[in-house]
């Protein structure tokens, strides 16, 4: 089981310091109660886009060489920094040419919709067509 830490300017990776402001504060709910739940080497995302997607995402990261995953103690969302991992328009552009990436119908919209059940409100970021909420 990872253990989450408390994240504070001290503890952060050196090779981040340029991409991360001074402190880390959660993107939905602009809290300061984060925990770094994981430290992560890109270099291995990287291998995987070129071997599943022909794609070479290297300049995505920026010259970063590891990304964190946090969690928000207040609103518990997750989410990665620096923030420039965040996709470019080419990168998705990209995607769009990849057979497969964008379908109607995927499995794992079946998964999601499962594990949404019971909820009245849900806030789903990044889709660009909508085909969730279809389901």
């Known amino acids: 089981m990872i253990r989450p830490e408390r994240v504070g300017p001290e503890n952060l990776p050196s090779n981040m310091g340029e991409h991360l402001p001074a402190q880390v504060l959660c993107p939905l709910c602009r809290s300061g109660e984060i925990r770094r739940v994981k430290l992560i080497d890109v270099a291995p995302a990287i291998a ?20 964190e995953l946090f969690r928000c103690v207040s609103c ?14 080419q990168i998705y552009s990209q995607l769009a040419n990849y057979g497969g990436y964008y379908l109607a119908q995927k499995w794992e919209y079946d998964a999601a919709l499962a594990d949404l059940r019971g909820r009245e409100r849900v806030l789903e970021v990044g889709c660009e067509r909508v085909y969730l909420s279809k389901g």
């Open 48 to 67: 995987l886009w070129r071997q599943f997607f022909q794609i070479d995402i290297t300049p995505e990261f920026q010259g970063v060489s590891q990304m």
């Open 76 to 89: 518990s969302i997750s989410f990665f920094t620096p923030p420039c991992l965040a996709g470019s328009p």
